[in-house]
């Protein structure tokens, strides 16, 4: 089974300070990506990666950068956490299927509040 | 641009009933794929079943099935039977072939009554 997971399931940072997620993979994907999921706005892409170095941004980039040094580690950085940043943040990882799609695979999620 | 619309934020199912949720999407692509994803409470989300734009066929896994209707380009999940287990939230999601970038609706939350 494709495991993700992700550092910490709570995180309580306070405002200008810089937070980092970490999330890993097992399954030797080559994409991963971050979102944030928020009440009532689904989940909406932050940046995603499609190989080691390489990065695109999601939707939703200000505030946030990325970090993919290895294949199975994918970082969201929040340079000075700011309150607007209090959310839920997923981490993903996809591969090509044999269904011909990419499916993804999420971690737990990383509850993350900003005083 | 590409959109997905979950118009339901929540529904309510007494258990062994059936339950309908519904999806809509916008895209000019003819080649696509289309998800239903759950999200149990504090749990991971997991894939339910997926749905290639060029089958014809609805896909069926166990008591989870599709209603795909590409003209109308309306994919609604429908869920037989339904177990106190299934309370979650539910997000439609759509992938252009090639490549590899979801679009999610904004959810539906599920609620199974005993």
């Known amino acids: 089974d494709v495991k993700v997971t992700q550092s910490s399931r709570y995180l309580v940072k306070r405002t200008g300070e810089k937070v980092f997620l970490e999330c890993v993979q097992d399954?030797?994907?080559?994409?991963m990506f971050w979102y944030r999921q928020d009440p009532g706005l689904g989940l909406r892409l932050i940046y995603f990666?499609?190989?080691?170095?390489?990065?695109e941004k999601g939707d939703i980039p200000e505030g946030y950068s990325v970090s993919r040094e290895k294949k199975e580690r994918f970082s969201l950085i929040l340079e000075s956490a700011s309150t607007n940043q209090t959310s839920m943040y997923l981490c993903?990882?996809?591969?090509?299927?044999?269904?011909?799609?990419?499916?993804?695979?999420f971690g737990p999620g990383t509850r993350l509040t900003v005083t | 641009a590409q959109t997905v619309t979950q118009s339901q934020p929540e529904m309510s199912v007494q258990e062994a009933e059936t339950v309908t949720l519904s999806c809509t999407y916008d895209?000019?692509?003819?080649?696509?794929?289309l998800f239903w994803y759950k999200q149990p409470p504090s749990r991971q989300m997991i894939l339910v079943i997926r749905?290639?734009?060029?089958?014809?066929q609805n896909a069926t896994e166990n008591r989870f099935s599709v209603n795909f209707q590409k003209a109308a380009k309306s994919f609604s999940l429908k869920i037989s039977d339904s177990q106190l287990g299934d309370a979650a939230m539910y997000f439609c999601?759509?992938?252009?072939?090639?490549?590899?970038?979801?679009?999610f609706g904004t959810g539906t939350r599920l609620k199974v009554l005993a």
């Open positions: 895209t000019s692509e003819s080649d696509y794929y």
């Open positions: 990666s499609y190989d080691v170095k390489m990065k």
């Open positions: 999601a759509f992938d252009t072939s090639g490549t590899y970038k979801y679009i």
């Open positions: 399954m030797d994907h080559e994409n």
């Open positions: 749905q290639e734009a060029y089958k014809q």
């Open positions: 993903a990882s996809s591969s090509l299927g044999t269904s011909g799609t990419y499916e993804q695979y």
